[in-house]
């Protein structure tokens, strides 16, 4: 059951960090770089799906990178090969396309949507640097090495420290909203668009329940159907932190 | 159809009716779904002036619920009127719209406005948990919920169905001051007023204290509650409160319902409630059930 496409099943499974998780599965459906997933592996409980972002998609194909951090994702990580799990979606706007050289700044799980963008890019024949914060551990160091023209890696410091962002076109950001709003900055002070992907608790996952609102420069945004994807300015603007 | 049903003097092609605060204005299911197989649709919640809604985390998962704050974020009747209803206005389903307000005067402005829309039935919530705005100090005494009924009564032609919420002591006598108070209909149950608390922090979850809890975890108080209207009062109920299924769909049907809402299930498994309208269909066939009429309130 589902709309179209939506059932996918386990094609790989394994653990690339601690409670980290990385999962391949069949989908009929193409997603976009920086689009999510509503993930469903599971009857009654919990309630909600939970929105996890592409980490990367080839035909008929689609990759996933989370941590275990509660229940829903205690389950998702305990799936086996072979295993049915639901997919609704791709939803969300995902990063848009922007001509030159594309700075790419994560952190943590953030960095998981970064890889299929990065890559993205790559295969466009665009030049794209990946600057990749981890608190303690590398996960897919290989992938992220391969997906990008240039990938840094700072683990345990700010991976906002020492960027020149007079060198690209565009940057894009996705992790922690303090690192998020830096990234804008230093964007807005180099003179070049940022775009920002923002995490917020969801429920529907297509823009009719409203309890993902971002606040904006233009008013309240859907995060999940409008973003995850916002200009910088449009989220961060006048050095005010406006994400609650 | 042979799952169609009669409210009032309309005719729902089935009792499914996605609850208001749910479901948008249709428009984003729409991309996914084929929305006219539901028998109708309560819109967004809707307020005189737009509102930007609560501040803070506005959704939390509880053992078979979730709860929320959004605290009717919404374009306001005028924008509703001018832009929004013309877009929706020619689907092929029963068309609810739900408004809510702080004051007497806000709710009657807004409906004032809102009359030009050829709807077919205005849900008056007074049963919001989460603002001032939600009128809910309106819908838990029954002198104020018939006051107010009577005043909407006099400033509009269309269908009155009144929500009501079940943080009250006795649900009857409200649903009988909203008889009295000149409602065709009644709806139930708005959302269960509920608490968070993140221990990490100390700190209460919601800005606003308080938060609606919807889905399967209030179904069986909901039930009861809808068995007690249509107890009270002859007016015909649209029932809610965590309807997954089409098995629960007849059991606010044999409660004394007439039709349903269904919410929080959309945001769980949406696939299913679309075909609530086939499983009730075979169900009726298994059972030699020619007509749901045949079935509300029979326990």
Not at chain 1, 197 to 207: P, W
Not at chain 2, 137 to 144: D, H, I, L, P
Request: hydrophobic share 40%; glycine share 10%.
């Amino acid at each position: 059951m589902g709309v179209e496409g939506s059932e996918g099943r386990v094609l790989s499974i394994r653990e690339v960090g601690e409670e980290i998780v990385h999962l391949i599965v069949s989908t009929e459906t193409t997603p976009k770089p920086g689009q999510f997933y509503m993930l469903r592996a599971w009857q009654e409980a919990p309630l909600l799906g939970r929105p996890i972002s592409v980490f990367d998609y080839n035909e008929g194909k689609v990759e996933f990178v989370f941590k275990v951090v509660g229940k829903g994702t205690e389950i998702l990580a305990q799936l086996k090969v072979n295993d049915e799990i639901q997919l609704q979606g791709p939803y969300g706007n995902g990063f848009p396309a922007i001509e030159g050289k594309i700075l790419l700044v994560g952190g943590g799980l953030g960095n998981a949507p970064l890889h299929a963008t990065a890559k993205n890019l790559k295969a466009q024949g665009q030049a794209v640097d990946l600057r990749l914060g981890f608190a303690e551990q590398i996960f897919l160091e290989e992938e992220f090495v391969q997906a990008a023209t240039d990938t840094q890696f700072v683990v345990g410091g700010l991976v906002t420290d020492g960027l020149d962002m007079t060198k690209y076109d565009a940057v894009f950001t996705c992790g922690p909203h303090p690192m998020m709003e830096a990234v804008v900055k230093m964007a807005r002070d180099a003179g070049i668009p940022s775009y920002v992907s923002i995490e917020k608790r969801m429920a529907c996952g297509v823009g009719a329940c409203l309890v993902c609102t971002c606040k904006t420069k233009s008013g309240n945004k859907k995060t999940c159907k409008d973003g995850p994807v916002f200009e910088g300015e449009e989220v961060f603007y006048e050095d005010k932190h406006q994400i609650s | 159809m042979k799952t169609s049903i009669k409210f009032l003097d309309l005719e729902l092609k089935n009792p499914i009716i996605a609850a208001s605060g749910t479901f948008g204005f249709g428009e984003e299911y729409a991309e996914y779904y084929d929305i006219e197989k539901l028998g109708g649709i309560s819109y967004k919640g809707l307020t005189l002036e737009p509102r930007d809604g609560n501040e803070g985390i506005r959704v939390w998962e509880t053992p078979a619920g979730m709860m929320n704050s959004v605290g009717l974020e919404n374009p306001g009747v005028d924008a509703f009127a001018s832009e929004i209803w013309p877009r929706i206005q020619d689907r092929n389903l029963i068309s609810v719209v739900n408004v809510g307000g702080s004051t007497l005067e806000t709710y009657l402005e807004a409906i004032r406005r809102l009359e030009g829309c050829d709807y077919d039935i205005l849900e008056l919530n007074i049963s919001c948990p989460n603002v001032k705005a939600g009128g809910m100090a309106f819908g838990t005494e029954a002198k104020s919920a018939e006051l107010i009924t009577k005043a909407v009564r006099a400033n509009t032609r269309k269908r009155l169905m009144v929500k009501l919420s079940p943080n009250v002591g006795n649900i009857g006598e409200i649903a009988k001051a909203c008889e009295s108070g000149g409602a065709d209909a009644i709806s139930l149950i708005n959302t269960v007023q509920a608490m968070a608390i993140d221990t990490k922090s100390r700190h209460i979850v919601f800005n606003n204290t308080y938060a609606g809890l919807s889905g399967p975890a209030i179904r069986p108080i909901a039930l009861r509650m809808v068995h007690q209207t249509a107890k009270a009062t002859k007016l015909p109920i649209v029932g809610m409160g965590g309807i997954t299924n089409a098995d629960e769909v007849i059991q606010f049907l044999m409660a004394g319902a007439s039709a349903v809402q269904i919410g929080t299930a959309f945001f769980t498994n949406p696939d299913q409630i679309f075909q609530i309208p086939a499983e009730l269909e075979r169900w009726m066939e298994r059972e030699g059930v020619k007509a749901l009429e045949e079935i509300i309130g029979i326990v």
